[in-house]
């Protein structure tokens, strides 16, 4: 069915975009929230406010590059535009749906959303965790990342909607592909890269957004480990766009 979107928004909350030069090819927009204080790892309400009246400016529908893990809360706002039943299909190494959070934060905004009232189901692939040792909401199915060909149409089986959004954290791949500032999981980019185009096809994708870069910080362009670190995460950005864009949007593919 595809992928509805125009282009890419990128969200700088710490820099750690602007060396990934490569991403600029793709129709983008750039929004500001480095100012924006009380938003690492938990975030204020007053900060949730202000991070939301900075995206209702959107002109780029479709990806966001949200940077860290620590700021994966704001697929919670990305949610919000959403007015159809649709299923969020989560790409993660933890489930970030803890509860008793006074104020969300990168571990709690999945049961944040499960208040919003289209979400039909979240299907959470690549916890390390079994599924069986999880108290979740019973709108929530875990699947752990299991590397054999039939695994993927079991993601297609547990969506129960023709519209999704997709939420990728890189910390669900393996260290070979991308490194974050999390524990990592053990999926490939390639079997990504393959659900990602069976959702595309077999689905309606209301949006996607990326997250699980690795902290900037001010000794990175001496640093081997920051420097390869970037590139295998500017790696997997691009060849998560260029699927997402590939085969709906050739139009939206990025220039040479």
């Not at 595809?2 to 129709?27: C, H, I, S």
């Not at 990342?145 to 519209?163: C, M, N, Q, V």
């Not at 949006?207 to 690795?214: K, L, Q, R, S, T």
Request: proline share 7%; charged share 25%; glycine share 6%.
């Amino acid at each position: 069915m595809g992928f509805q979107g125009n282009g890419v928004t990128m969200l700088n909350f710490d820099g750690v975009y602007r060396p990934q030069k490569r991403l600029f090819r793709f129709p983008h927009e750039w929004i500001d929230l480095a100012d924006v204080p009380e938003t690492n790892l938990y975030c204020s309400e007053a900060a949730l406010a202000e991070i939301e009246r900075r995206l209702e400016r959107r002109r780029k529908r479709g990806a966001v590059l949200i940077g860290n893990g620590n700021y994966h809360y704001v697929t919670y706002l990305l949610l919000k535009d959403i007015s159809e039943p649709f299923t969020l299909v989560l790409f993660d190494r933890h489930t970030d749906a803890e509860g008793g959070d006074d104020v969300i934060s990168c571990g709690s905004w999945v049961s944040y959303a499960l208040k919003h009232p289209r979400l039909q189901k979240v299907v959470i692939v690549g916890p390390s965790v079994s599924p069986h040792h999880l108290r979740l909401s019973p709108n929530i199915t875990v699947l752990p990342f299991d590397d054999h060909d039939e695994w993927p149409k079991a993601l297609i089986e547990a969506i129960p909607t023709g519209s999704i959004y997709i939420s990728i954290d890189k910390d669900a791949l393996r260290r070979e592909d991308a490194v974050t500032n999390w524990d990592q999981g053990t999926m490939p980019l390639f079997r990504l890269l393959a659900c990602l185009r069976l959702l595309l096809f077999h689905k309606k994708v209301l949006g996607v957004d990326i997250c699980g870069e690795y902290p900037p910080s001010a000794v990175d362009v001496f640093d081997p480990f920051c420097r390869e670190a970037r590139r295998k995460n500017e790696q997997a950005n691009m060849a998560i766009l260029e699927t997402c864009f590939h085969y709906t949007a050739p139009h939206l593919r990025p220039a040479s």
